[in-house]
């Protein structure tokens, strides 16, 4: 519906009621950044009893950063100095009278550019970022509960197809022995239940170590890694050319496991996506940093695109890294390939 | 059932061209990809692997180790029986193919596997595979074996 305002004491009738009673904070700013007027909804940022006449900017003072390319709530490249910011809104975090800080969608305008006058309203998406977070949320958990059911379902058909299996195959193979007589049959017997328990022994190795290595606690992260790629050369086909400069040095149980889960996840990556024949691991302690590279000369992605996989494995690595106060890094290129960099200070 | 220490009755490598017999089943049946996977030593215990290879794109296959039940081979080896797949992204979901590191290092997109009985035992795998999206002949389900590895029957 389009309204005609005729006469000018309607329109600023109007614009004077719309001021009044929306709930859309609006600030009136000189060129020093000083409150020249506010509206009723705006009070909840910039009260009344608060002597704002030494402050450069009160803006500032009450903002906790903006939304941009660099983080969540930054001060690079303010909005209040850069012009380009004005001209759309932009998501802003501000501190209220209440002492929360909450999240508005800003715009900040000039609408007197003869005497630098600006206007800044802000309204409150609380509620829209908190249904955001709470979607993403439960995104990530459904991932996150079907993978630790996929891993359940993983171990337990590997129990139950292969130890299982073996193991009844052994059974059968003792019940029979009890009815041979001669004794060659009963050696030739033996050898073959030898040679089923030892490939049940190695199966039941295999998944234990594949769950979580006893080394890796024993005997520290080059070891463990030194057996793990060993595994995986024979599973995938794939060489490892591993560095380390570690030796027997040992690290915080918790970091270790990091360490090992991180590089883990980032070399399954390139079996499955790099196609490669070799990928190069690099372990090095550094300035009270320890640092993990996996680097795959392989196809590459894009960092942006729809994950060819879940997502989740990327994903994972970040908050298992966060968990130390560690950075990964992917660096990605079509067709140069990829580099995972861990760094871990110590 | 019994066990596996029948398998060393013949000197069954040393007797027949395997490569020779590979390159002509590939090219005969338009595949782009043909291999060959034996127990190393003479049991069913021992590990897998891809002993010959025709069409390879690298030497990935020879890193890969293989036991029973495990991987493409272990599988066959282990049913007896003819394995199909005439789409691996269809029949495979993303998570299963690196149970498959032959259809990962020779970038598979459909293959046929076949048993090599021998002496009432399976003695190995032949593997015939396609890339790109190939799609298999049309007459890969009378793909023999008899005439190039007739030592071999299909089945028991």
Redesign the interface.
């Known amino acids: 519906m389009i309204v005609q305002v005729n006469q000018m004491e309607d329109m600023t009738e109007l614009l004077l009621q719309y001021f009044n009673n929306t709930r859309e904070k609006i600030v009136f700013v000189d060129n020093k950044g000083k409150v020249i007027a506010k509206n009723q909804a705006a009070k909840d940022i910039i009260s009344n009893d608060e002597d704002y006449r030494d402050m450069t900017n009160v803006i500032c003072n009450r903002c906790d950063g903006y939304t941009n390319e660099f983080d969540l709530q930054s001060c690079k490249n303010c909005f209040l100095e850069a012009e380009e910011v004005g001209n759309t809104s932009f998501q802003v975090f501000m501190k209220t009278n209440r002492g929360t800080i909450e999240p508005f969608t800003a715009t900040y305008q000039t609408i007197d550019p003869v005497n630098d006058i600006k206007v800044f309203t802000l309204q409150n998406v609380s509620p829209q970022i908190e249904r955001h977070d709470k979607m993403y949320q439960r995104k990530m958990m459904q991932k996150t509960i079907s993978a630790q059911e ?1 891993e359940r379902k993983r171990i337990s058909r590997e129990l139950h ?2 130890v299982v ?1 073996e193991m009844l195959n052994i059974d ?2 003792l019940r029979l022995l009890k009815y041979q007589q001669e004794i060659q049959d009963l050696v ?2 033996s ?2 239940i030898e ?2 328990m ?2 049940l022994i ?2 039941i190795r295999n998944l234990s170590v594949e769950l979580r290595p006893s080394s890796l606690d024993d005997l520290g992260l080059d070891a463990a890694f030194k057996t793990y790629f060993k595994q995986v ?7 490892i050319i591993y560095h380390s400069s570690l030796d027997a040095q040992r690290f915080d149980n918790e970091i270790e496991t990091v360490v090992y889960r991180v590089v883990q996840e980032a070399l ?1 990556n390139a ?2 996506y790099a ?1 490669v ?1 070799k990928v190069e691991i690099d372990l090095h302690y550094n300035r009270n940093r320890l640092i993990a590279e996996v680097v795959d000369r392989g196809t590459g992605f894009i960092k942006t695109d729809q994950p ?2 879940t997502g989740l494995g990327i994903y994972g690595m970040y908050e298992r890294a966060e968990l130390v106060n560690a950075e990964v890094n992917v660096d990605s290129q079509i067709g140069r390939g990829t580099i995972v960099t861990l760094e871990v200070p110590i | ?1 019994k ?3 029948a398998l060393g009755s013949l000197p069954l490598n040393k007797k027949i061209d395997y490569q020779a017999a590979l390159n002509l089943i590939r090219t005969r049946e338009g595949f782009d990809f043909a291999g060959l996977a034996f127990y190393e030593q003479e ?4 590990p897998i692997k891809w002993h010959y290879v025709s069409g390879n794109l ?8 293989l ?3 495990k991987g493409l081979a272990g599988n066959v080896m282990k049913t007896g029986k003819r394995m199909i797949i005439e789409d691996v992204n269809q029949i495979l979901l ?2 299963e ?2 149970k498959y ?2 259809v ?2 020779e ?1 598979l997109t459909a293959m046929v596997a076949i048993p090599l009985w021998y002496n009432r035992q399976v003695y190995g795998v032949l593997l015939l595979g396609q890339r790109d999206g190939n799609p298999l002949p049309l007459a890969h389900g009378d793909i023999s074996i008899a005439d190039v590895l007739g030592i071999f029957k299909e089945e028991d």
């Open positions: 996929n197809d292969s299996q059968v193979e030739a017997d050898k073959h040679g089923l030892s490939k190695d199966d050369e024979s599973n995938y086909g794939m060489e399954f079996i499955k196609n024949d060819q996989g | 059932m066990g596996g220490h049991n069913q215990v021992s690298n030497n990935r296959y020879k890193l890969i180790v036991r029973k039940g993303p998570s193919k690196h590191p032959i990962l290092t970038l």
